[in-house]
């Protein structure tokens, strides 16, 4: 499986080592995140990039691609997009050929041969960018904006970016992470981002009916009770919970999940006094997260917001400039 | 109520009293509806806004949430804000987080967050801009597109140009509104704005299960009766009537709605001569207005969709001049 | 009936016999498809239009209303306009004021009084579009992007294209439409405009059930056996087929359809050696083609939708300016 993923993670890179898509930060070297994140820094003190900065070649597009409804990330894309003068073109698939029963390699296909350049993509189905990037990688550039329970890498960068700008060195931080961690997306790719960038300690917290099978990374470490994985903890991220898949689970359920994991200002006594509070969005207040703790000195979670307008534009300038390249 | 009202509006401008949000012309000071129509008015003349007039610091990015759904005052916002150089992002917001159950606050906040300049937003419940600015208006600019049965202020900026385009002076106009005034947001922010305009006498008329329970405005008088409202009116504003609650009503049937209220060639012979009739859109044809009436001379029904474009551009531009001098 | 088609297709000319609007292909002169095909032939060759080929009086806005879904040919139009420089407003009609019962000539009128010069329509009603040239023809473009079973014909513009790239002359070749004639825009449109350019034989094949009730043009011969149809063609064209009108139809099921109409290798045998495959797309793999051959060398289904780019491109910028000499 390790080999796999190695393959898997090289074939979104070009033949001398740079980054030509975006599927996965799983084995992703650190030299390509800290770059991704310097440009970024730098693009977070730019309310909008000056036009000087971006020499394309040509007028560049792209097409969000959304198999799953999404507001924040797709309009963070778009964002991006516009600050670096790029096209834009918003697909809502439940009213398109996804009905007609076209393939997504057709679709990806037909609005390539339009001249579209970069496809941002969210779909269900695990392993679908790394299959694009295999069948059509050499002539326009794939970005994962979400892959069922997988991965979500732009969400793991920005993550990373705020927990950069926060704390001084990440080889000193306890990371917490509570949750739904099973089905968490998004705890996989900040738990791959933290691995590679050298954390000293990964602790993933959640019930055991959310325990994923597999450790997620090498140095994970997964906790029931919340206190344990609290303990001294730097950085704090509360996953978003489904309400719907609790209802589905017979040994767990949501007053139960509120009183056991819900980070709130009593719970946060045991982490760090400076500890930040991390959220992905959107928030279920007073169900995974304390509601004034959302909004009160520790939380971080509108710069994570603003930190992914910066780390997309990073991606899609450094993408564009690799691809042209070729 | 009335001092509760006027905190509010106060709330829409800046110290020194200019405009920084639209929520209401409820209460809005005649000099400033004054500067958004002279400025609205040379947008008329101009398809496009020549490039050089606008020279604001950064490009300006607005985002459209709607939370009912709109093909009108969604485009007029999208096509005055690309007239000005504006970015604009939309949402379907059926489509989104409003789903996953986020609040509206944090959603614009993720919005602005993001580095969204101007919000405009349209959502059935009472009070919500209000409370939006009262949250988030130091540092972005919130517009109402529309809000329940309250208010929709912009439509009723476009009643006010296209009445002082086609009429000498408001101080000499009877004007009439016909429909379901109780339920109608453009009956009130056209009442208000009119009567703070001051027009010689506002006329309201709707069968009284449609009459609302307190007057809309100080001068506003109600009529149960067609040809009472209409006798020598100047202009004649015909509401869209909505099928669904009327079929909900006992006490009135579409029939008689039409026999009653329609505005009609026939019935238009009591008002004055040069009367104009005015509609918001979309009509209901041969239902509140007679179909070759809304294509006739008197009409003035397509102006007002023109009027909607350079009324948005202006108040565009007034609001972010302002925003940016704070 | 040809006369009425005749005055028609007059309708889509200016006086001095100029294309003014695009409703159909039938009977459009050959002069005007040349004049279309050479200026978007130039556009494949550039990715970007260089902004000084186009000089248009002011920024031009399109409106793609597309009353039917699509993902395809509205991001065509999109991605041909934002070349030209164009803005482009994409309406959701399911989720406007089509639900509230506004007519479709009051919503183009609607938006054109924004300011909208351009409108490109997807509608099943059939004589819809011409109606509207008709209506409003003198103050704004109307683009038929879809017609009920009647009209495509910016698609078959798009294939008459990517014929003339493949092959020598018109009036030597041979072509094949295979699949449900009776209810296919894209076959009328495609047969009318080869019609035009002279081709050699236009083989029309389906099953019986699928057979239109009159012939499609002057040359257009029609063959229920798929043999027949292919032997010594140089053009196979295969269209979608609807499995949901499959399914209503007593005598004819799908697996009959593809045992005796789907394009494979097999029999393509009879074709000529060079003959080219074409799909208007979203193909159903291994329903109506093979799905080897739809990847294969004789296969042109990409360079048609990249066509598709260029055409609207040049049938946008024609239609502006000549709309701007009027």
Chains 1, 2, 3 share one sequence.
Do not use: W
């Amino acid at each position: 499986m390790l080999s796999d993923s190695i393959n898997e993670s090289s074939k979104q890179l070009t033949k001398d080592g740079k980054l030509r898509h975006l599927v996965s930060l799983e084995n992703l070297d650190k030299n390509i995140l800290m770059r991704l994140l310097f440009e970024a820094q730098e693009y977070t003190q730019f309310k909008k990039l000056p036009d000087r900065i971006i020499n394309h070649n040509q007028e560049h597009t792209i097409a969000n691609l959304f198999f799953e409804p999404s507001t924040r990330t797709r309009a963070s894309f778009e964002i991006a997009a516009n600050r670096l003068g790029f096209n834009v073109i918003n697909f809502d698939i439940e009213n398109s050929s996804g009905k007609k029963g076209e393939t997504i390699l057709d679709t990806v296909m037909t609005l390539k041969s339009m001249g579209v350049d970069t496809l941002v993509i969210r779909h269900k189905e695990a392993g679908i960018h790394a299959q694009l990037v295999q069948d059509i990688g050499d002539e326009c550039i794939i970005i994962n904006a979400g892959e069922g329970h997988i991965s979500h890498p732009t969400q793991g960068l920005l993550d990373l970016l705020t927990i950069q700008q926060e704390k001084e060195a990440f080889e000193d931080l306890t990371v917490t992470i509570v949750g739904d961690i099973a089905h968490s997306r998004v705890a996989r790719s900040a738990a791959q981002g933290l691995t590679t960038m050298g954390v000293k300690e990964l602790r993933l917290v959640s019930p055991k009916e959310f325990m994923p099978s597999k450790k997620l990374t090498s140095i994970s470490k997964h906790f029931t009770n919340l206190d344990e994985g609290l303990k001294n903890a730097d950085v704090v991220m509360a996953l978003r919970i489904q309400h719907e898949r609790m209802e589905d689970t017979n040994n767990i359920n949501l007053d139960n999940y509120i009183k056991n994991y819900r980070i709130t200002h009593k719970a946060m006594r045991i982490a760090k006094p400076d500890a930040i509070i991390m959220h992905p969005g959107p928030m279920n207040r007073n169900i995974e997260i304390e509601s004034s703790l959302a909004d009160g000195e520790q939380s971080v979670i509108l710069r994570q917001v603003a930190n992914g307008v910066a780390v997309r534009m990073a991606l899609l300038n450094q993408l564009t400039k690799n691809h042209e390249a070729q």
